[in-house]
C-alpha cells in the first residue's frame, strides 16, 4: 500500500488543520493506521492510531480532547482532526499503516511496527 499524507499548515494557537492519509494500491480495510509527529530536534511519537477490530482509536495524551481520528475505508483515506492547536503540536506529521487483517489490539504501533510510511506533511502552530 501507498500512502499519501497531506493537509498541514501554517496556522494561530487555537486554530483546527485536518490532515488526511490516502491510501492507494491496498484496501485501506486491511491496515491499522498511526499517526506519528516529529518536532525539529526530537523523536517521531505517534499520537494517534485506529484500527479495524478495535472500538476506539488511541490517542496519546497529549492530543485526546483536541485530536479525533477518523478512517473512511470507502475512500480508502484516514483523517486526523487537530483542533485548539498548539506551538507544541508544531511538527511534521506521519502516518504509517501496519496489516491487521483478523488482528486485534494492534494500536499503538511503533515506529518499528509500521509496515509502510507515508510521506510527512508540516504543521506549524504560531502563538
Known amino acids: 500500500v501507498q500512502l499519501q499524507a497531506f493537509g498541514g499548515g501554517l496556522v494561530q494557537t487555537g486554530a483546527s488543520l485536518r490532515l488526511s492519509c490516502a491510501a492507494s494500491g491496498s484496501a485501506l480495510g486491511y491496515y491499522a493506521i498511526q499517526w506519528f509527529r516529529q518536532a525539529p530536534g526530537k523523536e517521531r511519537e505517534g499520537i494517534s492510531c485506529i484500527s479495524n477490530s478495535d472500538s476506539r482509536p488511541y490517542y496519546k495524551e497529549s492530543v485526546k480532547g483536541r485530536f479525533t481520528n477518523v478512517r473512511d475505508n470507502e475512500k480508502n483515506t484516514v483523517y486526523l482532526q487537530m483542533n485548539n492547536l498548539k506551538p507544541e503540536d508544531t511538527a511534521v506529521y506521519y502516518c504509517?499503516?501496519?496489516?491487521?487483517?483478523?488482528?486485534?489490539?494492534?494500536?499503538?504501533?511503533?515506529?518499528?511496527?509500521?509496515?509502510?510510511w507515508g510521506q510527512g506533511t508540516e504543521v506549524t502552530v504560531s502563538s
Open positions: 504509517g499503516a501496519k496489516y491487521d487483517f483478523r488482528v486485534t489490539g494492534i494500536c499503538p504501533i511503533s515506529v518499528d511496527r509500521v509496515d509502510f
